[in-house]
C-alpha cells in the first residue's frame, strides 16, 4: 500500500521560512516523479512543483526562486523548503507520486495535505 | 502557459441524476486530461486519465471524452457520494488544473 505523510505546516509571518516533509512508505521516492500541489482556501487546486528521478527539478513561476524541494533517499522522505513567503502563499500543500504512462502522467497518490498561513 | 477552463464552476443535481462537467483548454493538448474528485477537507482522488481512461477501482459510473481543446467528464446516474468537486488537469506542458466544479445536491 503507498502512504503519503506531509507534515511542517504551521502559521509564518511574511517573508518567513517554512520546511515541510513528506515520508513516503510502499513507493520509492528517489526512482519516481514526485510532485508537490498546493490549493488556497476556497480556490482550485495549483501545481506548484516536481522532482525527477534524475534530480531535476520544476518549479511554477508563482514559486521559482523562493521554495526548493528536494529528497533524502535513505528516509524516503521528500523536502519543500519555502521561503520568502506571501500573504499569497497560503495553503494546503499536498506532495503525490506521479506516474508516468507513454506520453502522458497522472498523481495517482496524494498525501492528505499540511496547511501552511502565512500572516502576520 | 495552457491555460484550463472548466465550466460551470458549479451545479446542482439530484440522485439518480447524468451531469457534464466541460474543461476546455487555451491551446491543443491532445489527449493529456486528467480528472480528481475531492471531497470536502479530503485530497483529491485519480478518477479518469489520457480523457478517457478510467483509473483502476473508480466505477464505470464516471466516462470521460475529448481530444484537442474540448473535455467533458460525465458522471451517470449520481450517487450521494458522487457530490464532491471534480477538477481537470492538463499533463500536455508544465501541468496546471482548471478551477473546479462543485457538484451540489439540489
Known amino acids: 500500500e503507498v502512504r503519503l505523510v506531509e507534515s511542517g505546516g504551521d502559521l509564518v509571518q511574511p517573508g518567513g521560512s517554512l520546511r515541510l516533509s513528506c515520508v513516503v512508505s510502499?513507493?520509492?521516492?528517489?526512482?519516481?516523479?514526485m510532485a508537490w500541489v498546493r490549493q488556497a482556501p476556497g480556490k482550485g487546486l495549483e501545481w506548484v512543483s516536481v522532482?525527477?528521478?534524475?534530480?531535476?527539478?520544476y518549479y511554477a513561476g508563482s514559486v521559482r526562486g523562493r521554495f526548493t524541494v528536494s529528497r533524502d533517499n535513505s528516509r524516503n522522505t521528500l523536502y519543500f523548503h519555502l521561503s520568502s513567503l506571501r500573504a499569497e502563499d497560503t495553503a494546503v500543500y499536498y506532495c503525490a507520486t506521479v506516474t508516468l504512462l507513454g506520453a502522458t502522467d497522472y498523481c495517482d497518490y496524494w498525501g492528505q495535505g499540511t496547511l501552511v498561513t502565512v500572516s502576520s | 502557459d495552457i491555460q484550463m477552463t472548466q465550466s460551470p464552476s458549479s451545479l446542482s443535481a439530484s440522485v439518480g441524476d447524468t451531469v457534464t462537467i466541460t474543461c476546455r483548454a487555451s491551446?491543443?493538448?491532445?489527449?493529456?486530461v486528467n480528472w480528481y474528485q475531492q471531497k470536502s477537507g479530503e485530497a483529491p482522488k485519480l478518477l479518469i486519465y489520457a480523457a478517457s481512461i478510467l483509473y483502476s477501482g473508480v466505477s464505470s459510473r464516471f466516462s470521460g471524452s475529448g481530444s484537442g481543446t474540448d473535455f467533458t467528464l460525465t458522471i451517470s446516474g449520481l450517487l450521494v457520494e458522487d457530490f464532491a468537486t471534480y477538477h481537470c488537469q492538463q499533463s500536455h506542458h508544465a501541468r496546471s488544473f482548471g478551477q473546479g466544479t462543485k457538484v451540489q445536491i439540489k
Open positions: 510502499g513507493h520509492t521516492v528517489s526512482t519516481n516523479y
Open positions: 491551446e491543443n493538448i491532445y489527449t493529456y
Open positions: 522532482i525527477y528521478p534524475s534530480g531535476d527539478t
